[in-house]
């Protein structure tokens, strides 16, 4: 049988690089996709519990949800799929998912959604906003996407993948951590049209901090960046420090 | 000079257990208030970067944000505090943020965006919908509060505090990592008054994976529990792993 793969996405299912990716993982398996009906860009792990969802199908495998990344992944496996799938990609995002950022995407929580729910998952992402080059990131996707496959990943554990703007399907590929990128703190103030003050949050990227072996050095490098990312987030070596905190179990002076 | 505390939650700025907080953690320093103006549970790390966001003062220290708790957190940071604070508290919940909840919580994601300004962060949480048991998960809030603003903690480092339903201040506080909770994945589909289809996500929790030493077997054991939350997402043992995995850089055949 060949692999179900599930594909979804936060640019929204009309974005130019989900459809590169539902080509390339075509070569893998079985495609089918459930992606937001408009862009969920920066939503992260958001849950849709206060109000309903609609989904419109566009193909025979190809479901739009006016929801989340992570409404997508929850709707498809309990309402949309024929099976569990064997992959969940999430993809191809236009612009980086590096560093920090991966706690804020959506892209991201898409793959973490299914990693939660013990599917093996890929998040894949084209480091530039200014870039059109989906297909090779597509193709860089896929080629991850079939090692997991074989290879399978640990419980809890899923890859995040973020391709340089201006390389080939040759690019090498670096395994990394995840590095610390930076953002303009800035809050544009302004005036509506009845004269009430907005606050808009924004900010460029700034940069990035200059660490070897993460993902952001690796980008900057012309290489694929591959980055195992968890679901615990539990700090186990200062769990061990917290043992000594012992004024909190000391009985009130 | 007296520490700045910075309170957000994401029950929304009108929630009884925001002002148990403020009320409990006014003892330690100069308390300011920067909280959703509507109810944000399971909104994650969302940030609202597509639409303006408001601000309505509701008292000398208090404001309201028509967003999420980490806009709260980000337009407090730039626009509404005299000055950086010491630290930031995010809750009371109401209800439990123990195991896989803490990627879902828009509380947590308070105290997750402070974490990631270097601002020490504690997110406290009612581990029962049905309790208002607010003042004792407040005072034991601010009794570890007492302790960050003494101690400090390490960067990139939160405390997610959660306080059983039935027990006073003088509880055991207990140190954990994140257990695993289970929820019924349920999709509730109807017909809207239009006769279309419409799909509801929820289902109610369902119990929790029994291991020594998690936030859920804590709570259980009626204990406060404490557990450690990392900002670094990345799995540093499977990244060692991934090294074998050279086929990525084999010339296609």
């Given at each position: 049988m060949r692999p179900l793969i599930l594909i979804t996405n936060d640019d929204g299912i009309d974005a130019p690089g989900i459809k590169a990716l539902e080509k390339a993982m075509s070569a893998l398996g079985d495609v089918w996709t459930v992606a937001p009906a408009s862009e969920q860009s920066a939503?992260?792990?958001?849950?849709?519990?206060?109000n309903p969802l609609r989904i419109h199908q566009r193909a025979e495998q190809r479901f739009a949800v006016t929801g989340t990344p992570t409404d997508c992944v929850y709707i498809a496996l309990s309402k949309i799929l024929p099976r569990r799938p064997d992959i969940c990609v999430s993809g191809v995002n236009h612009g980086a998912n590096m560093g920090d950022d991966v706690i804020y995407s959506g892209t991201v929580a898409g793959a973490s959604e299914a990693t939660l729910q013990d599917i093996p998952s890929v998040a894949v992402s084209?480091?530039?906003?200014?870039?059109?080059?989906f297909d090779t990131a597509a193709a860089a996707a896929a080629k991850v996407a079939a090692s997991v496959l074989k290879r399978g990943l640990p419980r809890g554990v899923l890859l995040n993948v973020n391709v340089p703007?201006?390389?080939?399907?040759d690019a090498p590929f670096k395994f990394t951590k995840l590095g610390r990128r930076y953002y303009g703190q800035i809050v544009t103030e302004n005036n509506d049209p009845r004269n009430k003050p907005y606050y808009w949050i924004g900010g460029a990227e700034l940069g990035f901090d200059d660490i070897p072996g993460t993902d952001c050095n690796a980008v900057a490098d012309h290489c694929i960046s591959v980055s195992p990312v968890q679901m615990?987030?539990?700090?186990y070596k200062f769990l061990d420090e917290l043992g000594k905190w012992t004024e909190l179990n000391e009985a009130a002076e």
């Open positions: 939503v992260s792990h958001a849950i849709t519990l206060w084209l480091a530039s906003y200014k870039s059109q080059n703007k201006d390389v080939g399907v615990d987030l539990t700090h």
